[in-house]
């Protein structure tokens, strides 16, 4: 079995727009609850495809960013590695708790 995937890359780009346009994204983008820009991709995606410009049997693309994984990132410290930290903070002289300019 083989199995064809149609990639089509993002690609930056930048416009002059006027400031009145760019709020009325700003809250339709919030009411949509997405972020402007995929607010934008959606609504001219659509138009597109009404218009015949994009196949109807198009998908748009779906989020290309990793977004939070389960165990990503660092792990939380424990009770005991943060007082094993601290401990190491007031042997370096980094902790100026109790430290008075007498």
């Known amino acids: 079995m083989t199995v064809s995937i149609d990639f089509m890359p993002r690609k930056?780009?930048?416009?002059?727009?006027d400031e009145r346009v760019l709020e009325v994204i700003a809250t339709?983008?919030?009411?949509?609850?997405?972020?402007?820009?995929?607010f934008i991709e959606n609504y001219f995606?659509?138009?597109?495809?009404?218009?015949g410009l994009i196949p109807p049997e198009a998908q748009p693309l779906g989020e290309t960013r990793g977004g939070k994984r389960p165990?990503?990132?660092k792990p939380k410290k424990t009770e005991s590695e943060s007082a094993i930290?601290?401990?190491?903070?007031?042997?370096?002289?980094s902790d100026s708790e109790g430290l008075t300019d007498d």
């Open 85 to 93: 930290q601290e401990n190491a903070d007031r042997a370096s002289g």
């Open 45 to 51: 995606f659509a138009r597109g495809k009404e218009l």
């Open 71 to 73: 165990g990503a990132g």
């Open 12 to 17: 930056l780009a930048s416009f002059r727009i």
């Open 28 to 38: 339709l983008a919030v009411r949509s609850g997405v972020e402007p820009q995929r």
